[in-house]
């Protein structure tokens, strides 16, 4: 049997009403489930989305712009990876946090390939736990109001990176309320992986170099201790129960799956709109 790779797809929307929002992006795909609809409606390049990506959640025909192997590509990184010195180097200590997210991320595409609903619900909290602390506490209470001060445009970059963890945050709860109707949506959580590798690329490759410079061993020392403080005050939230809700909502639940089934099977029939 020939082996699954997971596939990072940047992909550009075919449909000829697509609305902007939805027109470009990236996407994650089983290779088996890509290659077998590769060649959609006769074209070369084309293929046909899964459901979800599309932000109405109908499928849509799709060209791929670019296709890489994420499985492949993580071995290559994780290989090239020097763990830093930690001790007093609050960058090193955030770089190292963003290591440890990123093997959550590996075992999270694990249990994707596997279906696995119940280790996802336990996954995905813990990945909301370390992005609520390291990126809500840390970086956003500690780290960032110090950039701010020592740089003169250091607003616009806390913005930029606030707005990454909001996106991250909001597709993480998305994809674990699915969950308890009992989906594994790809779509989004191939989204808030995107997203995800994609803010913590940023941050260890441009925006900790930036801070970096300006930081002097006085600023460390009051960054590494407020760090600290945030760490020894934060609850990680236990994952819970995916499964027992109260009877509304269970029946909540049923109804809005119910309702989503229909609208995208009839969608499929007539393969019509896109966002409008
Ligand atoms: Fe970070
Ligand atoms: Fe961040």
Redesign the pocket.
């Known amino acids: 049997m020939p082996s699954v790779n997971r596939l990072e797809i940047k992909y550009r929307c075919l449909h000829p009403s697509c609305c902007v929002n939805c027109r470009e992006g990236y996407l994650w795909m089983d290779s088996d489930a890509f290659n077998s609809s590769l060649g959609y409606n006769g074209e070369k390049d084309a293929f046909r989305s899964p459901r979800g990506i599309c932000r109405m959640g109908f499928r849509q025909p799709f060209k791929a712009v670019k296709v890489e192997v994420r499985e492949a590509a993580r071995k290559d990184a994780a290989e090239g990876v020097e763990q830093p010195d930690l001790l007093g180097d609050p960058i090193a200590i955030?770089?190292n946090?963003?290591r440890q997210?990123l093997k959550i991320l590996d075992r999270v595409e694990e249990h994707l390939r596997k279906r696995d609903i119940d280790a996802l619900w336990a996954a995905t909290k813990e990945i909301e736990n370390e992005v609520n602390l390291?990126?809500g506490r840390?970086?956003e209470e500690v780290v960032l109001p110090v950039l701010c001060e020592m740089m003169p445009l250091g607003e616009g970059l806390v913005m930029i990176?606030r707005e990454d963890h909001r996106e991250i945050l909001s597709l993480l709860y998305a994809f674990r309320s699915a969950m308890q109707d009992g989906d594994i949506n790809d779509g989004i959580i191939g989204s808030m992986i995107v997203s995800l590798r994609g803010?913590?690329r940023k941050?260890?490759n441009e925006f900790f170099s930036l801070v970096e410079k300006g930081l002097d061993e006085e600023t460390k020392k009051r960054l590494v201790d407020g760090m600290n403080k945030v760490e020894r005050e934060f609850v990680r939230e236990p994952a819970g129960s995916r499964t027992v809700r109260t009877e509304a909502q269970m029946l909540a639940a049923a109804q809005r799956k119910a309702m989503n089934e229909d609208v995208l099977d009839l969608k499929d029939l007539t393969n019509s709109g896109c966002c409008h």
């Open positions: 955030l770089m946090e963003h997210i390291h990126s840390k970086e990176i803010h913590i941050e260890d």
